[in-house]
């Protein structure tokens, strides 16, 4: 699959975890701190537990971009599905999900090649941040990471009320952005992430361009294929990329 002609566009939607910072880094050291602090288990057992945490937030995730879950329900979940798979003692008083979230809201490792990448760009395009987060996180952690001077606006869901892939969040996006960076046209905007069922699947529903930041090489699913005949069908394209350098090619 072909990388995108950069010339064409002047907007750029870009995802924040796992495209520009390390979310899965991240996590795991927000989740090492409060495991320990919390005695949840031996050393040696720690990545086994973060791991499957990872698995089963990820999931949750996922279920939320559907509609089928609310925020609400990952965070009194995620942690008690944990350790009730492990046989670990859980109690929603015991505090660890709100020690979870001050962690992560002071962890922002960057993929490698970011803040350069964000930095070139911003010459050239009009850069926003789109995110499915919540905002005490998000806020927290886009302050921190260094990024956030080369970017026009950053757009978290549980702000907008509405999650990824959901054409209403894009709706609600290009009404600010058409205030920031005044009228446009759909073609000249370019959504770029790493996850197929909310960044690319958000543009197609948008009926935008996606570029699918894949740096694991991870082969075409059935899903990106659908969602490209339906890019096609729109008049949009799809592309990918496995650096963020390719971006900065016209």
């Known amino acids: 699959m072909n990388r995108p002609d950069m010339s064409k566009y002047k907007i750029l939607l870009m995802d924040a975890d796992n495209t520009l910072l390390d979310f899965t880094k991240a996590e795991a050291q927000a989740l090492a701190e409060v495991f320990i602090k919390y005695n949840v288990c031996k050393e040696d057992m720690l990545p086994v537990v973060i791991s499957r945490f990872s698995e089963i937030n990820d999931a949750l995730w996922k279920r939320l971009e559907k509609n089928e879950v609310t925020r609400e329900y990952i965070i009194a979940n995620r942690f008690k599905d944990t350790f009730e798979f492990f046989g670990i003692y859980y109690s929603a008083e015991m505090g660890i999900e709100e020690d979870y979230f001050n962690s992560l809201s002071f962890q922002y490792p960057l993929i490698e090649g970011a803040e350069a990448v964000c930095r070139a760009l911003s010459e050239n395009y009009d850069l926003y941040i789109i995110t ?40 609600k996006v290009f009404e600010a952005v058409t205030k920031l960076s005044g009228p446009f046209d759909k073609s000249e905007v370019l959504v770029v992430g790493d996850s197929v069922s909310s960044d690319i699947k958000g543009a197609v529903n948008a009926e935008l361009d996606g570029c699918w930041y894949n740096p694991a090489g991870k082969a075409l699913s059935k899903s990106f294929d659908e969602l490209a005949e339906r890019s096609e069908l729109s008049g949009r394209k799809l592309y990918e990329i496995s650096r963020l350098e390719e971006l900065l090619a016209k």
């Open 132 to 171: 499915n987060g919540t905002k005490k996180i998000q806020d927290s952690r886009m302050a921190g990471c260094g990024l956030l001077p080369y970017f026009k606006g950053v757009f978290i869901s549980q702000e907008l009320g509405v999650n990824k892939p959901a054409k209403e969040y894009f709706d």
